[in-house]
Structures are given as C-alpha cells and as structure tokens.
C-alpha cells in the first residue's frame, strides 16, 4: 500500500500534472530509496547520522562537507540539524523561549540566541556588551557554527529547501515523555539509545558506536567517549525527520514545530522563520 504523505509530495512537486503510472512508479522508489540525515557539533566535527535507504553513523569537519558528502544526494529528502537556523534582527527566538518552556528543567539545554549582530560580533567583550551585560560561554562558542550555517545556506539554496533546525531534548521528550537522566551519564545514554529501537537498523548501528567507544577511544576517533550524546542527538534528529516523512521546504510541505502560539518572525537574508521541528506523539 502506498504512502498517502508521499504521494502529496510528488503530486505537489510536479503541479498535480504527474501520470498515474509515473506516479505509482515514483512512489514505488521513493519508498525503498529515502534517506534522513540528523546533524550535531560534536566539539571539533559534525556528527552525522543517516537512515532510511542507508544507515551511517560518520563525521564531517564542515557544514559544507555534510552537504557534499551526504545531504546533496538524491535519496536524502531533508537534513535535521541542532543549530540555529534563522536569526532576528532584534529580541530573542520565539522558538526558543517555547523549546526552553517545554523541557522545564532541561531547559537551560536550549541556548537564547541573541540577535544575529550580536551572533555575528567578533570579540566577546563587545558580544557582551551587546546583549545588555550577559552573555554565556556555551553560547559564545557556539556562534562560529552558528555563522557557518548561515552563510551556507545564503550560498547554497538548493541546501536551504532541504535543511531544518531541531533540538534532540525535544525530539526524545516527544517519543518517550518520562526521560529521567541527563544524556551526559551512562544511564542518559542507554535510555536515550532505547528510544531508537523503533527503527531496529537505526538502532543496531548506534548502538555499535557506542558499545565500541563507550570505555576506549583510540587517539585517531573522531568521536571521543565525551562525545556519544551528540551522536545519539544526530540520531533522534534522523529518526524525527523518518518520523515525520520531511520533505523539502513548500507551503505543502506541513510539520510539527515550535513556536506554536508565538509569531516566529522572520529571517530576512534566509526568507524562513526560525523554528524547531520535532516528532508528532506515537
């Protein structure tokens, strides 16, 4: 039986002009040859998970490598990424402010991006000052990739059409709602790692990753032992945009994300809202 999802997809992609043959047949190879990337910093790389068509679990030194490597293929319908995506000119996120409100006590895990003027100041001292005094040492250090994201997707726009912001804490609160550990710990880790059991191939080579690199990492890894969690973050990024069949970027194209209430604003440079995607409830 065929996706209804993916037959809107292809139909709103080719006008509504599409054969019924050239359709069924579309639809037969979209259903056995679809991909979904999740991207996280890992403190010196991206870590990249794919699944659907193929299952991977790799590392990329840029955003642009992601691209080149993995997200410009054909079989890869869309790429969640835990980084910004779309700065206001003035104020804060209204997505953050909502993602922030919803994992009550986590919510220090969701970073209050300033204003892109502030993202885009060189020296910390004048960053702080910007924003009124105060300005953390995560948020600080995050902003070079977050301006590496943004400049490439200025630049690329075919990568725009296929690329979102998510937050993993969102995304593993919404498939299993009592997350008890923190994701720095073993048992954050196992729990974390047992939401990917719904898709058994995802999981099975997560879980490789992580049994290989959980007591030693040999100095040539990529991934350290400190760096696990963010690669179960590129996972439920992978499994959220499986989840909810995410296409590219269209007035058709209707998903789940934060703000819910708020108007998201807009960025003018990118032409989107910012927002955070994340999973409709099992």
Same mark, same amino acid.
């Given at each position: =039986?065929?996706?209804?999802?993916?037959?809107?997809?292809?139909?709103?992609?080719?006008?509504?002009?599409?054969?019924?043959?050239?359709?069924?047949?579309?639809?037969?190879?979209?259903?056995? =040859?679809?991909?979904?990337?999740?991207?996280? &910093?890992?403190?010196?790389?991206?870590?990249?998970?794919?699944?659907?068509?193929?299952? !991977?679990?790799?590392?990329?030194?840029?955003?642009?490598? @992601?691209?080149?490597?993995?997200?410009?293929?054909?079989?890869?319908?869309?790429?969640?990424?835990? +980084?910004?995506?779309?700065?206001?000119?003035?104020?804060?996120?209204?997505?953050?402010?909502?993602?922030?409100?919803?994992?009550?006590?986590?919510?220090?895990?969701?970073?209050?991006?300033?204003?892109?003027?502030?993202?885009?100041?060189?020296?910390?001292?004048?960053? *702080?000052? =910007?924003?009124?005094?105060?300005?953390?040492?995560?948020? &600080?250090?995050?902003?070079?990739?977050?301006?590496?994201?943004?400049?490439?997707?200025?630049?690329?726009?075919?990568?725009?059409?296929? =690329?979102?912001?998510?937050?993993?804490? +969102?995304?593993?609160? *919404?498939?299993?709602?009592?997350?008890?550990?923190?994701?720095?710990?073993?048992?954050?880790?196992?729990?974390? !790692?047992?939401?990917?059991?719904?898709?058994?191939?995802?999981?099975?080579?997560?879980?490789?990753?992580?049994?290989?690199?959980?007591?030693?990492?040999? &100095?040539?890894?990529?991934?350290?032992?400190?760096? !696990?969690?963010? @690669?179960?973050?590129?996972?439920?990024?992978?499994?959220?945009?499986?989840? +909810?069949?995410?296409?590219?970027?269209?007035?058709?194209?209707?998903?789940?994300?934060?703000?819910?209430?708020?108007?998201?604003?807009?960025?003018?440079?990118?032409?989107?809202?910012?927002? +955070?995607?994340?999973?409709?409830?099992?």
């Amino acid at each position: =039986m065929m996706s209804s999802s993916l037959e809107e997809v292809w139909r709103s992609e080719s006008g509504g002009s599409i054969k019924p043959r050239t359709l069924k047949r579309a639809l037969y190879f979209s259903f056995r =040859m679809v991909s979904y990337l999740g991207v996280d &910093w890992a403190g010196g790389c991206w870590a990249v998970v794919k699944t659907g068509n193929e299952t !991977l679990v790799t590392t990329e030194p840029s955003i642009l490598n @992601v691209w080149h490597e993995h997200g410009q293929d054909d079989d890869v319908r869309s790429i969640l990424v835990d +980084i910004p995506i779309g700065l206001p000119e003035d104020g804060v996120r209204a997505c953050d402010e909502e993602a922030s409100e919803r994992l009550k006590s986590q919510g220090n895990t969701v970073f209050s991006i300033p204003r892109k003027a502030i993202v885009e100041t060189e020296q910390y001292g004048d960053a *702080r000052e =910007m924003n009124g005094g105060s300005l953390g040492s995560q948020s &600080w250090w995050l902003f070079p990739r977050i301006r590496e994201v943004d400049v490439f997707l200025q630049e690329y726009e075919d990568a725009l059409t296929k =690329m979102y912001e998510s937050h993993p804490e +969102i995304c593993f609160r *919404r498939f299993v709602h009592d997350i008890e550990y923190a994701k720095d710990t073993v048992a954050g880790r196992e729990e974390r !790692l047992e939401v990917l059991r719904t898709d058994s191939d995802l999981h099975k080579e997560v879980e490789a990753v992580v049994d290989q690199r959980k007591d030693r990492v040999e &100095w040539h890894e990529r991934i350290s032992k400190g760096r !696990l969690d963010d @690669v179960l973050d590129a996972a439920v990024l992978a499994l959220t945009a499986k989840r +909810i069949e995410l296409g590219r970027r269209s007035e058709s194209n209707e998903y789940p994300a934060l703000p819910e209430e708020d108007d998201p604003g807009e960025d003018e440079k990118l032409g989107i809202s910012p927002e +955070i995607l994340y999973p409709r409830a099992l």
